[in-house]
């Protein structure tokens, strides 16, 4: 199975999706529609038009996998994608509230909770 670390970015697409779309149809919408390299480590999701069922695409460094969910009764909350973007990103623990059928947009955090903001990947080589 593959891991989550704190480096690792999740990218929600806002789209619906056809879900016979396999590894290359779901490699291609992340390249081409979403603006991201399907081998860069992160966990991209994906649902259909009624919301009732998901897929997950993440490399994990020998190869590709695709999990799926289907609800037998419900619908995923699904974000919704500020304008002019295809995508939303999100933090490991609101994935989890996400596919256990909790509403992320009415979770909030605490105040004063701190999190460290995420570091920038462009390091200068040293003189």
Not at 64 to 89: D, M, N, Y
Not at 93 to 121: I, T
Request: proline share 6%; hydrophobic share 40%.
């Amino acid at each position: 199975m593959f891991g989550l670390s704190v480096a690792t970015k999740i990218f929600i697409g806002t789209e619906a999706v056809d879900m016979r779309k396999g590894f290359d149809g779901l490699y291609g919408i992340v390249r081409d529609h979403l603006g991201e390299d399907p081998l860069s480590g992160h966990l991209f999701l994906f649902t259909n038009k009624t919301r009732d069922r998901l897929k997950t695409l993440v490399w994990d460094g020998s190869g590709l996998w695709i999990c799926t969910k289907r609800l037998e009764r419900g619908r995923f909350h699904w974000p919704q994608a500020p304008a002019g973007s295809r995508s939303v990103t999100m933090r490991p623990e609101e994935l989890a509230m996400l596919l256990n059928g909790l509403d992320v947009a009415q979770a909030k955090p605490r105040k004063n909770w701190f999190r460290r903001p995420p570091v920038s990947s462009s390091i200068s080589p040293a003189a």
